[in-house]
Structures are given as structure tokens and as C-alpha cells.
């Protein structure tokens, strides 16, 4: 017990109650506010301040708008509201005779301050439902101040030279992940560091975390202090629907029992269960690739949005999912190549191609009378600068090759539409749209895999991954008996 982690975590509990159920706040900024209010977070996870007043011209006029700076005084602490932070929410009801009821609602709330560019311990702290990657992720356990030891709630990503500690707290059924610096930085490097953390971690267990957050700075690392708090809604939590690890396997198992042709595959995934008894396979992803993969998204920002956009990608509708998918891929492909900086040789050693073949293609196309001068010089550069570069296509190829993953023939099948994809043709122009539904979907399972494959290798990931084409039931894959998992 004296090895583990410690967190203090009273402080935050404290001013998360505080936050979320303020009442009878002096209000400034908006002066008809009597002393007689609430503050609460609604259903759409924004605050919301409800108060009770006499019809006046005032609150009539703010209605239609949104609202000045509000400073909320609770005893010792001032809460501000920022200008252009807030709004009326509902209808307004006129009712000379008796009070109406009114409901400000709100999308950030600040306590204290910071400066832009000065160094803090930072918090990240968002709602979740439950600890949310349990024998998903290798994790540790760590201590609260009380005492309560928390079995596999820990985190320790490990971002250059400085740890990162991610972990989630529990009172009763209420639940919070928090993302904690491990030594002072400014606020756009905390940023930078959570989204990593954030988008690895969906990528894994399939979970983004929305709905609010806190932002929680301080001078002190055990957080015994606060310098400020701020309250923001954010985007709402989403939950992937392709997962690419899964070792929850009655998850899997029960997808694979929609359809007759895939009885096969759910037998596969019953017998591959260590104890089908249980609900996990005791295959988590290990902490070395989880630090592997925030690194990897850390240090390059077109491989964090790619990543992201293989979480969002499957909230698409069908049509949309494989040029975006496309887009990722291509993304994942040129960062990890000029990472490594290796080189795609072309197809001729360029001194060949300039001694025999340029000058033959120079020749032949000044020879072609009435050549209008565009296309002459067009076709000039392009014989001069990038006839002899390697396909796209080919780089693409080479990436997987490196990464030891052997592309399959539906893979490059899926791969090769890039170049109608790039060229403006979302769709085969010789089918009707909803002829291609199941088509597109292939697609779009595949690139997603492809672009999982990439990533989780790069991080130094070895096991099994998910076959979605089988486990959401694209009969072609499952009459080919193509397996459940995949191995990389």
C-alpha cells in the first residue's frame, strides 16, 4: 500500500458539488436577479440558473440575446459567467399577476484565473459512466486521500520526459476521469497532452468522453490548492461502433448471432475465450502500447486528427464513411513514411529515366504538330518532374509492408478506390445508390482496419484485432468463412 499511487481528490469533490448545485448567489451583471436562486447541471449537461421574477421590461429585453458578463457571489467564492456565455432558455411567459419562472442556461463558468502563458499543475476532468477501461488497458491502483484503494483505475502514459497521470475517481455511482500533469506546463501544452490521452484511449475501448468537463489549475501538484476552475459543456460523449480491440468477448460473441451465415464465426469467438464463463478474454491492451500510441499522437497533429477521425468516422452515414476513411489512411500513410523518412524508390533509378526515357518523351512531344503551348508545357513539367514518381497506391502498399502486415486481396481492392475517391467519384455512377449500401459499408470496415492496423502497430502492438466485415455481417466475408479476428 505505501508503493501505490496517491491522489488527492477531497478538493475536487468539493468544488464539482459546489459547481453543480450553487444556491442563493448574490448576483452582478444582471441586476433583477433576486438572492433566491438555483444553479444545476440540466440534461444537456449545461448549467442552468433558475430564479423566480416579478414581470418586468427587463428580462424581456435580455431574452432575445445573449447575456453580459454574470458574477455569482457564494459566500467567500465569485463565480463569473463570461459575456456571450449564456443565454435564456424556454419561452418566455408573460404573467403580470404572479411570479415567472426563468432559466439561464449556460456554457462555461469560471472560478479564479490564470495566465495565458504561466506554467500550472493541471486537472482534466470529465464524467464518465463507470471505470471506463477495466481489463480493456493494462492498469494500476492507486490511493484517495481517504484511504479507498481504486483496483485497476490508473494510468501512467508517459509523454517525452514527463509523466501523465490519468485515473478515475468514484463516489457512490458518480464517476470522473481525471487527466493530471505531472509537472507544471502552460495551458496549450495540457491541451495538447489531453487530446492524445483522450482520442488513444477512445481508440481502444471505443469511448470519447464529452457532455462537460473542468479545467482545474494550481500551484500545488497534490491539488491541495486551486487557483481556478472552469466549467465548459462540451461536445456530447460518443461511443465508436467499430471497435478494433475488444476483449469484452461476449460483446463480439452476441454481435456474430444476427445472422445465420455467421454461426461459424460465433463459434470461434466461444471457443477462443479463456473462460466463456466470464465476460472478459484477460487480453487487455498492455500500458507500453497505450503510452506508445499518445506518444505517436502527441508528436504529430495529423496522425491525432486522423485517429480521431476514425472514432467519428463511424457516426457517419454510410455514404460519407469511406472517402472519409480514405482521407484518414492516405493522413496515416504520409506521416508515418516521413516519420521514418524512408524513401519509395521510383519506378526507374532516375538516371536511368533521364538518360533514356526523358529525352525520348521530350522529343516525341515537340514533334507533335498544332500542340497548343499549355499543353505543351503542361506536359513538359510533367514529363520533366513527376512522370517517374511511384503511385500513390504503391506508397500506400509499402507502409503495410513495414509494418509486416501482408495487405489482402479485399484490402487492396479497398485501397485502389482512392483514386476514383480523390478524383470526385463517391459512388459507382453504374449502380443506384442503395444497390452499393452494403459495398460501401465493406469499404468503409476495411480502411477503418487498415488505418487501426497502421496506428497500433506504430505504437508497438502485437495480438489480435476485430474483423468487422464478419462481426457486422457482410455476408461476402462471412461466405468466404473469413475469421473473427485478425492477427498483427
Known amino acids: 500500500m505505501n508503493d501505490c499511487q496517491q491522489f488527492k481528490v477531497r478538493l475536487l469533490w468539493e468544488f464539482i458539488d459546489k459547481i453543480l448545485h450553487l444556491r442563493n448567489s448574490q448576483v452582478k451583471g444582471l441586476s433583477y436577479i433576486p438572492t433566491t436562486n438555483t444553479l444545476h447541471l440540466g440534461k444537456d449537461h449545461k448549467l442552468h440558473l433558475c430564479f423566480q421574477s416579478q414581470y418586468v421590461n427587463d428580462p424581456l429585453i435580455d431574452f432575445s440575446g445573449v447575456l453580459p458578463e454574470i458574477q455569482l457571489q457564494n ?46 499543475y493541471w486537472r ?67 491541451y495538447k497532452r489531453v487530446f492524445a490521452i483522450t482520442t488513444s484511449i477512445g481508440m481502444i475501448i471505443g469511448y470519447t468522453c464529452g457532455d462537460y468537463h473542468f479545467q482545474i489549475a494550481s500551484d500545488d501538484k497534490d491539488f491541495e490548492s486551486i487557483r481556478s476552475i472552469i466549467f465548459g459543456s462540451i461536445e456530447k460523449t460518443k461511443y465508436c461502433n467499430y471497435r478494433i480491440v475488444n476483449s469484452k468477448w461476449d460483446d463480439i460473441y452476441n454481435m456474430l448471432g444476427r445472422y445465420e451465415y455467421q454461426k461459424y464465426a460465433q463459434e470461434i469467438v466461444k471457443e477462443s475465450a479463456d473462460d466463456p464463463n466470464i465476460y472478459y478474454d484477460n487480453k487487455p491492451v498492455e500500458a507500453k502500447v497505450l503510452d506508445g500510441l499518445v506518444n505517436l499522437l ?36 504520409s506521416a508515418l513514411i516521413d516519420g521514418t523518412q524512408e524513401v519509395i524508390n521510383p519506378p526507374m533509378e532516375k538516371q536511368e529515366y533521364d538518360n533514356k526515357v526523358k529525352p525520348i518523351l521530350l522529343e516525341a512531344l515537340n514533334s507533335i504538330i498544332e500542340l497548343p503551348d499549355d499543353a505543351k508545357r503542361i506536359y513538359t513539367l510533367r514529363i520533366e518532374n513527376n512522370l517517374n514518381s511511384c503511385a500513390n497506391q504503391d506508397k500506400l502498399s509499402k507502409c503495410f509492408e513495414s509494418a509486416g502486415y501482408n495487405l489482402t486481396k479485399g484490402d487492396k481492392e479497398a485501397i485502389k478506390k482512392r483514386n476514383p475517391t480523390f478524383h470526385g467519384h463517391l459512388s459507382d455512377i453504374k449502380k443506384e445508390l442503395p444497390e452499393q449500401q452494403w459495398d460501401m459499408f465493406s469499404i468503409a470496415l476495411r480502411l477503418h482496419k487498415l488505418c487501426c492496423i497502421l496506428l497500433l502497430k506504430a505504437a508497438g502492438y502485437s495480438g489480435r484485432i476485430l474483423n468487422n466485415e464478419v462481426i457486422f455481417g457482410v455476408k461476402e466475408a462471412c461466405e468466404r468463412k473469413d475469421p473473427p479476428y485478425i492477427y498483427i
Open 124 to 190: 482534466y476532468v470529465y464524467p464518465v459512466k463507470s471505470y471506463l477501461w477495466f481489463l480493456q488497458i493494462g492498469a494500476m491502483n492507486y490511493v484517495d486521500d481517504k484511504g479507498s484503494l481504486a483496483i485497476s483505475a490508473y494510468l501512467k502514459p508517459r509523454l517525452g520526459n514527463r509523466d501523465m497521470h490519468v485515473f478515475v475517481t468514484r463516489r457512490k455511482e458518480e464517476y470522473y476521469m481525471v487527466i493530471q500533469s505531472g509537472s507544471k506546463m502552460d495551458s496549450e501544452e495540457m
Open 298 to 333: 502527441y508528436s504529430h497533429n495529423d496522425l491525432a486528427i486522423s485517429a480521431s477521425m476514425l472514432l467519428e468516422g463511424g457516426l457517419l452515414n454510410m455514404i460519407y464513411q469511406p472517402p472519409f476513411f480514405h482521407v484518414a489512411l492516405e493522413t496515416i500513410t
Open 75 to 120: 459566500g467567500d467564492d465569485t463565480f463569473i459567467i463570461p459575456s456571450g456565455y449564456s443565454v435564456y432558455d424556454g419561452d418566455f411567459e408573460i404573467s403580470p399577476d404572479k411570479p415567472i419562472d426563468l432559466d439561464i442556461k449556460i456554457n462555461r463558468l469560471d472560478y479564479g484565473s490564470v495566465g495565458n502563458k504561466s506554467n500550472y
